[in-house]
């Protein structure tokens, strides 16, 4: 588990505040991941039915892409009540105790950042999460006894942007694992278009397309841009976010056409100038950025695969011939 906390991008945690304006109240207005909604409310259509509280669900993927919102969409469809909390403000057993005691029948509880969650916490989780069962130890040394709660029926839904740390016994006790990839370029676009309605600012389409273009497939970082776009139009006079006001927005957070921050270019660069442009060992290149392997891992690399500028193999991290295009590096033909 990473000791200190990744580094944050523009996918990075969202303020709650904006993030409740502009995220989608119903299924309507959830853009894009269709094949998950569709599975969610085949899967919530049929425990309704039965009059059952569903599986337990676990939504995995990069940060940004939405499972928060989801866990409220699904929890709005199974009566409205949700509780949340993470992984690492689960600091003792008690906490979790407290959390499940409370939950209402039916309840959503919401874990993000699961991957976070303490072993001695895990624990605990699964005897609720399989027969609705808390068992607290009470005291300690010879006299300590053992107490059994009964709970109510309720659907963990936990999120988690690191799958493969999840522990193996924790991962399936879940009914169904539902994976968010990037958005597509135009599921994007309409998620700009509809966040510049509800923000009441006006976006040409230029604007729109360069905005989406740099937001690295994540809704997070698309509604990041475009309120950085409002505010350079506002700062400058202007009421409408037009292809000058964009490309200058990207150009002040330092992000390129295609959503690479400095901390993008700075990996592929370190590969690049350090190392050949790889093979190179993860952790060798945690400690050329001095960076948290984990960030690198979570934040930094499922993008730049996606975009076919680096490869995970066998044998290290390879910088693709698409990234030195891209960097515009003269003569990389040669060194490949
Ligand atoms: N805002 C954030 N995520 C969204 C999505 N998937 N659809 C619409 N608006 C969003």
Known sequence: MPKTPPKNNLAGKEDPNIDLTLRPAEWDEYIGQEKIKDNLKTLLGAAKKR???????????????GKTTLAYL?????????????GPALEKAGDLAAVLTNLTPGEILFIDEAHRI???????????????????????G?????????????TLIAATTRENLLSQPLRSRFGATLRLGYY???DIKKIVKRSAAILGVEAKPEAIDILSRASRGTPRVANRLLRRARDFAEVHGESVIDEDAARKTLA???????GLEPQDRELLMTIIEKFHGGPVGINTIAAALA????????????????????Q???????????????????GYEELL
């Open 74 to 86: 699904v929890a709005r469809e199974l009566g409205g009540m949700i509780k949340t909390t993470s």
């Open 118 to 140: 303490n072993p001695m916490i895990e624990e605990v989780l699964y005897p609720a999460m399989e027969a609705r069962k808390l068992h607290l130890v009470v005291g300690k």
């Open 312 to 330: 995970r193999s066998s044998a290290g991290r390879i910088v693709l011939p698409a990234a030195y295009r891209h960097l515009k590096i003269k």
């Open 51 to 65: 009059g059952e509280s569903a599986d337990h669900l676990l939504f995995s993927g990069p940060a940004g892409l």
């Open 291 to 310: 960076q948290d392997r984990g960030a690198i891992e979570d934040i930094y690399e499922p993008y730049l695969m996606t975009l076919g500028f680096l």
């Open 142 to 154: 010879p006299s300590a006894r053992t107490l059994s709660l009964d709970l109510p029926p309720f």
């Open 252 to 258: 002040m957070l330092e992000v390129d056409e295609v």
């Open 184 to 186: 597509t370029p135009d």
